[in-house]
């Protein structure tokens, strides 16, 4: 309604300055093709800003999708459809790592090895399996996926990850490099302990078991894991909604799969039996 004021002189124009709440109206003014757009996190007014302000509300809320609206100056918004949503990681966090059972290392390869390729998805995850499997929980430790790596750095990684956090496996889709896979990562450690793995149903049929672990409130994030969640909120029942492919989810989805949803459905309870 602002805008029938502005009525008079040669070039009327208007300021709107707000945190970008994902409403409509913000969405509309963005939209506007006459619209000019400047963005500046919180970071940018240090000099005007107490100090201990900014250390108090950078441990409470980096990292977490209030952080990311107040702090970054980023408008958050929920894709129809979307297997995960920003919002729901920030009842997931967490600021120390607990005891866990087992720890994968899951690398979903790319295709080619040059500037221009996808991302290598290198995400390690850990579990808590004791007790039923209703009771196992698991933590998503690190995002150490590379971009534009060549298939020794990228198997460099993933091994560094595997020392890292001292893990226990180390989980890799073969449908594109086949045995190449395994071998560029023995050549790195020729002792790793190796599970190939062959994706044979579509990447959003495979995320939906692991996306129900999330609504279950089953799997916890430690933080700097941004690029990893804006990934995962753009996958959508549809299937991804961003530009190339989804590299680190689907790595995430291969290493809660080899830690919970697979070794969940063969678990058995105790049985009695009459003799």
Same mark, same amino acid.
């Given at each position: 309604q602002l805008q029938?004021?502005?009525?008079?002189?040669?070039?009327?124009?208007q300021v709107v300055t707000t945190t970008p709440q994902n409403v409509a109206v913000l969405k509309a003014i963005l939209k506007n093709p006459s619209t000019v757009k400047t963005h500046a996190p919180t970071e940018a007014n240090r000099a005007y800003l107490a100090a201990s302000f900014l !250390? !108090?509300?950078?441990?409470?809320?980096?990292?977490?999708?209030?952080?990311?609206?107040?702090? !970054?100056g980023l408008l958050l918004e929920d894709i129809e459809?979307?297997?995960?949503? &920003?919002s729901g990681f920030d009842a997931l966090r967490l600021?120390?790592?607990?005891?866990?059972?087992?720890?994968?290392?899951?690398?979903?390869p790319p295709v080619?090895?040059?500037k221009g390729s996808d991302e290598c998805g290198i995400v390690v995850v850990g579990a808590f399996t004791d007790?039923?499997? &209703? +009771?196992?929980?698991?933590?998503?430790?690190? +995002?150490?996926?590379?971009?534009?790596?060549?298939?020794? !750095?990228?198997?460099?990684?993933?091994?560094?990850?595997?020392?890292r956090h001292k893990a226990d496996r180390l989980v890799a889709e073969v449908n594109q490099g086949g045995d190449l896979v395994e071998r560029m990562i023995r050549q790195i450690d020729p002792l790793v302990p190796y599970r190939a793995v062959r994706a044979t149903r579509g990447k959003v049929v495979r995320a939906e078991p692991v996306s129900a672990?999330?609504?279950?409130?089953r799997v916890s994030h430690l933080r700097g894991l +941004?690029?990893?969640?804006? &990934?995962?909120?753009?996958?959508?029942?549809?299937?991804?909604?961003?530009?190339?492919?989804?590299?680190?989810?689907?790595?995430?989805?291969w290493a809660l799969t080899d830690l919970v949803v697979e070794p969940s459905e063969t678990h058995r309870r105790p049985q009695v039996r009459a003799l």
């Open positions: 029938f004021a502005l009525r008079l002189g040669d070039n009327p124009r !250390e !108090e509300v950078q441990a409470r809320f980096a990292g977490s999708s209030l952080g990311k609206q107040e702090l !970054e459809g979307a297997l995960w949503r &920003q600021s120390a790592v607990p005891h866990l059972s087992r720890i994968v290392v899951a690398v979903d080619t090895g040059h007790g039923p499997p &209703q +009771d196992w929980r698991a933590v998503v430790l690190e +995002d150490a996926s590379v971009t534009g790596a060549s298939p020794d !750095e990228w198997a460099r990684a993933a091994i560094a990850a595997m020392d672990l999330y609504e279950q409130g +941004d690029k990893l969640e804006a &990934q995962m909120c753009l996958m959508t029942q549809m299937g991804y909604q961003g530009k190339g492919s989804p590299d680190r989810v689907d790595a995430l989805v």
